[in-house]
């Protein structure tokens, strides 16, 4: 069907399709970045109460970093021909499992103080889990942007998404704060590096 077509029969073009999936992206994002601020805010509001733990809060900032870091270049799916529903389910799932890592860090089962230090080592299996799924979606949606695209990012890419994967595997399976500092100050700084190395 051609453009002219399309428009006639009222069908939403690429730009209205790709705009509105953006807007919703950008909706599940944002109550992600709001979860973690609130979060943070309340940490800062009660300092008393809440026993602090760098390397969790290292992964806070991870999480913020990747949020930003998935919007800013999400732009990149307009490089496809077109959008079908299994990439708009692929995109929404993409962003829901970015909220789910943030709901890990900050539960809100009840808002009692809360010792972070006890918390991230209670919780560390489900958050690296659905961190290494993270990984693994960000390459399928990179597919999704083209073989070209793919390619164009680099072996460094392939690299980090699969190292990430493993060091996950390996921080559900350790309690070890020596491996977990360390994965968490690898980890941010690699994401620093992607953010502005590019």
Request: glycine letters at 6%.
């Amino acid at each position: 069907m051609e453009a002219s077509s399309v428009a006639e029969a009222g069908i939403p073009g690429f730009a209205t399709l790709y705009a509105h999936i953006r807007v919703i992206l950008g909706i599940v994002v944002g109550l992600g970045l709001t979860h973690l601020l609130r979060n943070l805010a309340r940490v800062v509001d009660e300092p008393r109460e809440d026993r602090l733990y760098w390397i969790h809060l290292t992964w806070v900032l991870f999480a913020m970093l990747y949020l930003l870091h998935f919007w800013w270049w999400e732009f990149r799916i307009s490089h496809t021909s077109r959008i079908s529903f299994f990439l708009f389910l692929y995109l929404i799932s993409y962003t829901l499992t970015l909220y789910f890592l943030c709901a890990l860090l900050f539960p809100e089962k009840n808002s009692d103080p809360k010792d972070y230090r006890v918390l991230f080592y209670e919780r560390r299996k489900w958050f690296f889990a659905v961190l290494a799924l993270v990984f693994l979606i960000d390459i399928g949606d990179s597919l999704l942007k083209g073989m070209g695209y793919l390619l164009g990012l680099g072996h460094i890419y392939l690299y980090r998404n699969l190292l990430f994967f493993v060091a996950c595997l390996v921080a559900i399976a350790t309690r070890s704060p020596r491996y977990h500092a360390t994965f968490a100050v690898s980890g941010i700084l690699f994401q620093i590096y992607w953010l502005f190395g590019e």
